[in-house]
């Protein structure tokens, strides 16, 4: 069973704080990813990665930044909290093409409140 | 850029009965996936079916079957025989087939209401 694990449900920060979610999965998956998830408008990408050391922007990277030092997990870092970043985070992660047919598997999600 | 519409933020269906979710989207590539993810409220986004933009024949997976209409850009989505365990938010995706990492678009939900 794929298992995509966060660290955390729930947070609660200040403004101004930095802040790490970190994201686990344990099926060697090469692709990794960040969504924030906001009533209406969906998951949006903020950041993915498709190897170690490497990152690549989303739709929505302001104020965020990443780190895949391992394979297994992919870090990704508020450097200065603010309130418009409070939100749902959901970290997913995903096979390389090997086959056509893959699909994402997705973390419970933390929910982060900026206060 | 791809983009994926979800035009309907709430639809509410009788137990039992079918109901039917649309998506849009917009691409200009011809290799691609389509996916409807389901997220109850335990917030865990379960794949509920996908589609290969080059296999013409739609989707089923048991109660869950899709009406893909590659020229229209439509993916719609059909539950029959709705279950109270179906009550849940529903996500349209893309995902180019050739992009590096393979990243999913998301539309914007659809919220399912089931009542007994």
């Known amino acids: 069973d794929v298992k995509v694990t966060q660290s955390s449900r729930y947070l609660v920060k200040r403004t101004g704080e930095k802040v790490f979610l970190e994201c686990v999965q344990d099926?060697?998956?090469?692709?990794m990813f960040w969504y924030r998830q906001d009533p209406g408008l969906g998951l949006r990408l903020i950041y993915f990665?498709?190897?170690?050391?490497?990152?690549e922007k989303g739709d929505i990277p302001e104020g965020y930044s990443v780190s895949r030092e391992k394979k297994e997990r992919f870090s990704l870092i508020l450097e200065s909290a603010s309130t418009n970043q409070t939100s749902m985070y959901l970290c997913?992660?995903?096979?390389?093409?090997?086959?056509?047919?893959?699909?994402?598997?997705f973390g419970q999600g933390t929910r982060l409140t900026v206060v | 850029a791809q983009t994926v519409t979800q035009s309907q933020p709430e639809m509410s269906v009788q137990e039992a009965e079918t109901v039917t979710l649309s998506c849009t989207y917009d691409?200009?590539?011809?290799?691609?996936?389509l996916f409807w993810y389901k997220q109850p409220p335990s917030r865990q986004m379960i794949l509920v079916i996908r589609?290969?933009?080059?296999?013409?024949q739609n989707a089923t997976e048991n109660r869950f079957s899709v009406n893909f209409q590659k020229a229209a850009k439509s993916f719609s989505l059909k539950i029959s025989d709705s279950q109270l365990g179906d009550a849940a938010m529903y996500f349209c995706?893309?995902?180019?087939?050739?992009?590096?990492?393979?990243?999913?678009?998301f539309g914007g939900g659809t919220r399912v209401l089931v009542k007994p």
């Open positions: 997913a992660s995903k096979p390389r093409d090997r086959a056509r047919e893959t699909e994402a598997f």
């Open positions: 099926m060697d998956h090469e692709n």
């Open positions: 990665s498709y190897d170690v050391k490497m990152k």
């Open positions: 691409t200009s590539e011809s290799d691609y996936y």
């Open positions: 589609q290969e933009a080059y296999k013409q």
């Open positions: 995706a893309y995902r180019s087939a050739l992009a590096a990492g393979n990243k999913l678009t």
